[in-house]
Nanobody, 118 residues
Framework: VQLQASGGGLVQAGGSLRLSCAASGRTFSSYALGWFRQAPGKEREFVAV????????YYADSVKGRFTISRDNAKNTVYLQMNSLKPEDTAVYYCAADTESLWDFTYWGQGTQVTVSS
């Protein structure tokens, strides 16, 4: 599968952005999908994951209540709605996919930069 992330940009603190990740290749519904991020000088960290059916979602504590992950299997796209953004959310955001695991991803897209100004 190939993943293409988009939707990043510059936003003020308290604002919102919606990231999208379009997938091509094998049947989209066979993949669990996740979002990760990496800030400058830091390791990549988990943000959110959605199960194959979309029935289960999990979030990092740092984004819980502010971010929402969803998927549209008809459009082969996974989304990350980010509200109440904080400067510490500034990072490159990556989408990922895997057919077998919710937590160990095989396929990765290129990143999209999110910058939150204070």
């Amino acid at each position: 599968v190939q993943l293409q992330a988009s939707g990043g940009g510059l936003v003020q603190a308290g604002g919102s952005l919606r990231l999208s990740c379009a997938a091509s290749g094998r049947t989209f519904s066979s993949y669990a999908l996740g979002w990760f991020r990496q800030a400058p000088g830091k390791e990549r960290e988990f943000v959110a994951v959605v199960s194959w059916s979309g029935g289960s979602t999990y979030y990092a504590d740092s984004v819980k209540g502010r971010f929402t992950i969803s998927r549209d299997n008809a459009k082969n796209t996974v989304y990350l709605q980010m509200n109440s953004l904080k400067p510490e959310d500034t990072a490159v955001y990556y989408c990922a996919a895997d057919t077998e695991s919710l937590w160990d991803f095989t396929y990765w897209g290129q990143g999209t930069q999110v910058t939150v100004s204070s």
